[in-house]
């Protein structure tokens, strides 16, 4: 095998390691940053008195910083792709609030803008490369649409969620019910009646975010709406807690695996 055909697929197993494996673990974050994306956004809209617009430029500008920062690395960093997750639910969340609370956009419209948006994106990404699939994400290209899409589950999710709990008078604690019944299905669907992995997996990804959403809201929301009263505050400094705590221990356990690959080659 020549040194450049050698040096390619060096180069392929590295981006391949960009994307985390699909664990119990990875779930428990993605739920977690899902419930700081709506207390976060909350908390400096609201709470700090930054505003819907101020608040938007900023943790744009912090989400981009952080997908630049992950699209320079070559493999997975658990800092850094989770960083870029919390900023990215946070930025979900608030381009939903900014379409229905600045510009009045219903939220039944808006759930329906960004589920043609998504289908739109699924649909170009596997027209391009094939396949839909996290684990073959090793060119910038596929990393695109992975993070396009994970942008936009978000903001339909938010959206979503808003609209069962809030448009349909359903509440926080019912809301959270009916998506934590929906990510169930899938998960009896996938292992007992073995459908698409891929579909399962994307499916469960859009779902969490409502599951997210209407747990931090009934966290955090006082009892007259609904809530359990906890404050924006503490519910994002807990979970944001529980991230770190989960992201140093991926971390650690990252390096000891890097540091074993490369004592064996």
Do not use: C
Not at 13 to 30: A, C, D, G, S, Y
Not at 57 to 73: D, S
Not at 128 to 138: A, P, R, V
């Amino acid at each position: 095998m020549n040194s450049a055909h050698s040096s390619t697929l060096s180069s392929t197993r590295h981006m391949l390691n960009k994307v985390p494996e699909v664990t119990l673990v990875f779930w428990i974050i993605k739920v977690l940053a899902t419930t700081v994306g709506e207390t976060a956004a909350d908390l400096l809209n609201v709470d700090l008195g930054l505003g819907l617009t101020l608040t938007s430029i900023i943790m744009a500008l912090l989400l981009v910083a952080a997908l630049v920062a992950q699209f320079k690395l070559r493999r997975y960093i658990p800092a850094v792709y989770w960083l870029a997750v919390v900023l990215i639910s946070v930025v979900g969340t608030l381009i939903t609030d900014n379409l229905t609370d600045s510009l009045g956009v219903p939220l039944w419209l808006t759930t329906a803008v960004f589920a043609v948006i998504l289908a739109v994106t699924f649909m170009a990404w596997f027209l391009s490369e094939k396949t839909l699939s996290i684990h073959s994400i090793f060119t910038t290209r596929r990393e695109t649409f992975y993070w396009l899409a994970v942008l936009f589950t978000f903001a339909l999710g938010t959206a979503a969620g808003d609209l069962v709990a809030e448009s349909l008078n359903l509440g926080f604690f019912v809301a959270l019910l009916v998506f934590a019944g929906a990510i169930a299905l899938v998960t009896v669907a996938y292992f007992v009646f073995r459908i698409n992995a891929v579909l399962a997996f994307w499916i469960a990804y859009i779902l969490t975010r409502p599951l997210g959403a209407s747990t931090g809201d009934l966290l955090s929301q006082p009892a007259a709406d609904g809530g359990l009263g906890l404050g924006t505050t503490g519910t994002s400094a807990l979970f944001l807690a529980i991230i770190l705590i989960l992201v140093t221990a991926l971390s650690v356990r990252s390096r000891r695996a890097n540091a074993q690959l490369t004592a064996t080659v």
